[in-house]
């Protein structure tokens, strides 16, 4: 399969703050990948890299072998951003026009209105009328205008009742149906578990985990034996155990991250450690998402 998306030790400095710091993956013709991970993790700055609107500091990305910003490589490319700003006084059917007429195999008015669910009344709108989630809409169907092959979806259900997210989530699973190749950001692992046939897992500018939804959640529901330490212990005393993923202090409580609890607990007593109220958890899934991704955890 072809490679639509390659990015190569991609980093982006913000005053000295990494935001981006060396990324590199490559996505084929067809995937549906999630970019997950909680604020500030980098993913809008990687979106902006790979679609030429932002210079990397170091590193390249390629979209169809190409710069993002030639036009013939735009024209394959259909996006929608955090913010959607539209042009005020035009009617949302003018708008679609007009961005339809910017591509030479767009989509036609009625396909678009199908896809997005966009009302005849909708379209009759000024767009200066509309709320955040008619915009989103409206959004979406200008990323879809020119019928693209790739398209990349930015937090795209942000400001989205239900009904909205349940249409979109249903037209982007009939997009990845016809072949196109599609990239979104979200904060929720639960919607990129849903939709996505890959997940990238970035925090603070780095990725952390590259996979199927279900290896990611695999390797994000293990087992955690913890304990009060009554005196220190050093981190090495258990990551060097073949079963252990990770080891760190949270909430004053030492956290084992392991998928065999068994050999913890056997050799937490060989080595006769002063520790009380030692508890297995099985980690729920949410809730180690927040373990790998926030700044929960101190010093050991
Ligand atoms: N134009 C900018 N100038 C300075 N810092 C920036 C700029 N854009 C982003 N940053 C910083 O870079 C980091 C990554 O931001 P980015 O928006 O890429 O994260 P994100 O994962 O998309 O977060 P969110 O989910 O909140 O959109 C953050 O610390 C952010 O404050």
Known sequence: ?????????????????????????????????????PNGAGKTTTMLMMLGLLNPTNGEAKVFNEDAKQKSIRERI????????????????????????????????????????LSQEDLNKRTEKLSGGQKRRVGFALALAGNPDLLFFDEPTVGMD????????????????QGKTIIFS?????????????????????????????????????????????????????????HVSDVFKKDGRIFVMTDDTDSVLARLFELKLNVKDIRIEKGRLEEAFEQLTEKTREAM
């Open 78 to 117: 259909g996006v929608m951003l955090q913010e959607v700003s539209l042009m005020d006084r035009l009617k949302v059917k003018e708008i679609i026009g007009l961005f339809r007429s910017y591509y030479p195999n767009p989509l036609s008015m009625d396909q678009l209105i199908g896809l997005t669910g």
């Open 162 to 177: 239900i009904t909205a997210r349940k249409v979109f989530w249903e037209t982007v699973r009939k997009l990845a149906n």
């Open 1 to 37: 399969m072809e490679d639509v998306v390659k990015i190569n030790q991609l980093t982006k400095v913000f005053n000295d703050k990494k935001a981006v710091d060396n990324v590199s993956f490559s996505i084929k013709s067809g995937e549906v990948v999630a970019i997950l991970g």
């Open 186 to 242: 979200t904060h929720y692992l639960q919607e990129a578990d849903d939709i996505a046939d890959r997940i990238i897992l970035f925090n603070k500018g780095s990725v952390v985990a590259d996979g199927k939804p279900e290896d990611i959640k695999g390797k994000l529901t293990k087992q955690s034996v913890s304990f009060i330490a009554l005196h220190d212990i050093p981190r090495e005393m258990f990551i060097q155990l073949s």
